[in-house]
């Protein structure tokens, strides 16, 4: 016995063993409420975002109920629930100091990771008559309980990210941070257990091998955990991901051999680990073996990559795989580097041009990769390898190319964000970052002209869609140069405004360009003088009676800023000749395209986002889609924050419900 083991009545005895032997049920009982409670709240807000998409055309030229009861002044009870709703917006937009330093990106998260954490420890303490010893085994209980939670977090095939609408980063927080609460729980076990035993025990003594696989299992959970900090996840990654993997396996089976009464929680991780891997597995083979692209449809290039700069790489995969907007994949170059890298789509899985929802044979992944360490350095290293062939490149306009076979892209993966279910939508980027707010453009454009053209079943809610990226210079134009030019001329009449914001370096002229692979020779509508604040704007009101003329409504552009088109890498400076004239489609023909339009500077997100919401009915609904840094990302969640009004919502205001979904860079 040792020097600090405590005596217990028998009856003590028995009720902190039954405690200690249903401490995982409570814990999993409350994670099951909360869930529970959160897949509603989602299952009710996708609904209503559903049906507000899927039946837009009856709804146009109609009133909605909610107007008259909005400019009455009055309060609704019927609104109630999106009143709610709102308030937690609010307070899950909001961005604090508090949480950024704490790797966390908002206050709702820093709440529920706070919240979980108690309840840890409240399990812990609870139920122990004061024990320091059943303190320490109730903690070890829980270790056991919380793996499985941890992985289920970390797998891409991810049932809770679907069910309860928490995207994919917010999930990546909880594993890290609950990964860490293993640790804690796990130090706790050690020193609890070495208080209530030291000088006793002995690890090397006879029947003492449990106490040895313990002590191993919690130096590789440890090293694990210390390996996967934010510096050398960005620095080493692939070393990151082959050591986190073995360390998991490792300290998994030890903690089996430790205490293989409660292995079968552990047991239920494996099953999780496994799966996620058998599917991930599955859809490689599935879409790159068994559904290949035909190598004559693609020229024989099943994968390219193209130096855009020295510090950005455009690769295109050639896969049958179909995916929604703001969706990532896992890039596969297995000559190059050992597993898959993520990366954000930069395209649609249809043609923009294409009026119904069939799925093509095949589609084009691109992807923006920004060139750092491991596989984006060598996809550089091999797009910038042939120097001659490179000259060449450059001399009729193009960018440096090289051939990726094989490759595969596998997925894809994240959560959706179903930003044409709103009326309302602004997209902000900074940067690589408009690899998700440009797929999510180009979808909503091209769902938007198919019911101007009168193909209805490709339904979209979105009347009023605004683009805005930051960039440092004007040549990072080039990124997207192809892309945003046709996304501007397909665009339905006055639906579409593009807002390019450069903060380094000087702005497109009508006198032209200092940058020669940019030259803007184009006719540019009438400028004034440029300012870097928000110009004046004029909100539209809807007055009509079909789908066509609300797209086409009268909107005021914004003033004083420098228009032009933007071209692309090769392309002539001479105006159209006769012939591409005569084969000009009739959407070009009905409208000129959207104007391109410039800032110097970075955005005030404040101002932008009240005239997008003051351009919107009352009854309608704003969403707003985020990507970059983490400084431009948190500007927009507490804009997003003040601009959501809960008693403005009550009176049927629903433009002041804001929906905001954010990606921010790192894994």
Request: contains cysteine; glycine residues 6%; charged residues 15%.
């Amino acid at each position: 016995m040792g020097t600090h083991q405590p005596n217990y009545t028998p009856s003590q005895l028995y009720h902190l063993k039954q405690s200690n032997k249903f401490v995982q049920v409570y814990l999993i009982t409350a994670l099951l409420s909360a869930f529970l409670i959160a897949v509603l709240v989602n299952i009710l807000a996708k609904s209503l975002s559903y049906i507000r998409r899927k039946y837009a055309a009856r709804f146009v030229g109609k009133l909605r109920p909610s107007a008259a009861c909005s400019r009455s002044g009055k309060g609704c009870t019927m609104w109630l629930p999106g009143t709610m709703l709102a308030g937690i917006r609010k307070l899950g937009c909001r961005r604090s100091k508090v949480a950024e330093a704490i790797g966390m990106s908002s206050l709702a998260e820093v709440g529920l990771i706070g919240s979980y954490y108690v309840l840890n420890i409240v399990l812990v303490v609870t139920s122990s008559a004061g024990s320091i010893d059943y303190m320490a085994h109730h903690a070890a209980r829980l270790v056991f309980a919380n793996l499985p939670l941890v992985i289920g977090l970390a797998s891409k095939n991810n049932a809770i990210s679907y069910l309860s609408g928490f995207s994919y980063e917010s999930l990546n927080v909880f594993h890290r941070w609950i990964a860490r609460l293993v640790l804690i729980l796990s130090i706790f076990h050690v020193i609890g257990r070495t208080y209530v035993n030291v000088p006793s025990a002995n690890p090397r003594g006879v029947g003492q091998a449990y106490v040895r696989w313990g002590i191993v299992a919690f130096i590789i959970f440890f090293l694990m955990i210390l390996g996967a900090a934010r510096p050398i996840r960005n620095r080493w990654y692939q070393a990151f991901i082959i050591s986190h993997v073995g360390a998991f396996l490792l300290g998994t089976v030890a903690l089996c051999i430790h205490r293989p009464e409660i292995a079968p929680w552990l047991y239920a991780g494996f099953i999780i680990y496994f799966l996620d891997r058998i599917i991930r597995t599955g859809r490689i083979v599935l879409h790159h073996t068994f559904r290949p692209v035909e190598a004559e449809s693609v020229d024989g290039e099943t994968g390219t990559v193209e130096a855009l700069s020295d510090c950005m790489l455009r690769v295109t995969v050639q896969t049958t795989l179909t995916w929604i907007p703001g969706q990532h994949i896992y890039l596969h170059v297995p000559f190059l580097s050992a597993g898959g890298h993520p990366f954000s789509v930069c395209s649609i899985d249809k043609p923009m041009t294409q009026v119904s929802d069939e799925r093509p044979k095949h589609s084009r992944v691109v992807l923006l990769v920004r060139v750092r360490e491991g596989l984006t350095r060598c996809l550089y290293d091999l797009a910038m390898g042939d120097v001659e062939k490179n000259e060449r490149s450059h001399a009729v306009g193009r960018f440096p190319k090289a051939t990726l076979s094989p490759c595969w892209a596998e997925g894809p993966y994240g959560n959706l964000s179903h930003l044409d279910y709103y009326q309302t939508v602004l997209l902000v980027a900074g940067g690589s970052g408009v690899s998700f707010t440009l797929s999510v453009m180009q979808d909503i454009v091209r769902r938007a002209r198919s019911m101007s053209l009168g193909h209805s079943e490709v339904a979209v809610a979105t009347e009023r869609l605004t683009f805005v990226w930051v960039i440092k210079k004007q040549e990072d134009m080039a990124w997207i140069s192809e892309a945003l030019n046709e996304v501007a001329t397909l665009a339905p009449v006055h639906f579409l405004r593009i807002l390019i914001y450069i903060t380094t370096g000087p702005i497109p002229s009508p006198s032209g360009s200092s940058t020669p692979s940019l030259s803007l020779d184009r006719s540019y509508s009438p400028t004034s003088t440029l300012q870097n604040s928000m110009p004046d704007f004029v909100p539209s009101r809807r007055a009509s009676l079909s789908m066509t003329s609300r797209l086409v409504e009268s909107t005021l552009p914004f003033a004083h800023a420098v228009m032009a088109h933007i071209p692309s890498p090769g392309e002539e400076k001479a105006s159209p000749k006769l012939d591409d004239q005569n084969t000009m489609t009739s959407q070009t023909q009905v409208h000129k395209p959207t104007e391109i339009q410039y800032f110097s500077g970075r955005p005030k997100m404040a101002e932008i986002l009240e005239a997008e919401i003051e351009a919107t009915d009352f009854s309608d609904y704003c969403a707003l889609g985020a990507c970059g840094p983490a400084g431009l990302t948190a500007s927009v969640a507490n804009a997003v924050s003040d601009a959501i009004q809960p008693s403005k919502v009550l009176r049927g205001e629903h433009r002041r419900n804001i929906r905001l979904h954010t990606e921010e860079f790192g894994w």
